[in-house]
């Protein structure tokens, strides 16, 4: 019983984290694309398709469950040609992304780097409240 509940808890993180993904993708891509082709709201038909393959490599992820982010991956499924275009609005928008949508930006990189980051959050946090305490 206890571990069928720490499964699903488990499986409930993992789409959680695909869908925070799947949004930070979106953002980055819409946000290239509104600076870079000049778009006012909607995607260019380029970066459309770009987004749609994206989310339908997250989909048939072979990883499932213990899916890493893309950029942490070693399968890459990506095509070459979507994988550079991926990486060029990445890097683009990546720095950008702190400044606009910090939480999104920060919790994507926690994905990221999960287990190391989230450790060292937990050792921060720690440190914080012993401070809190000793005081
Ligand atoms: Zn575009």
Redesign the pocket.
Known sequence: MASIKVRSMAMANSLRRENRERRTLEVM?RL??RE??A?ESD??A??QHLLDYAFERIENCPWGDDKPTCANCSVHCYRAEERMQILQQMRYAGPRMLRRHPVLAILHLLDKGRASDLESLRAHRDRRRLQADAS
């Open positions: 891509v290239y694309c870079s082709h778009q995607l260019c380029h970066c």
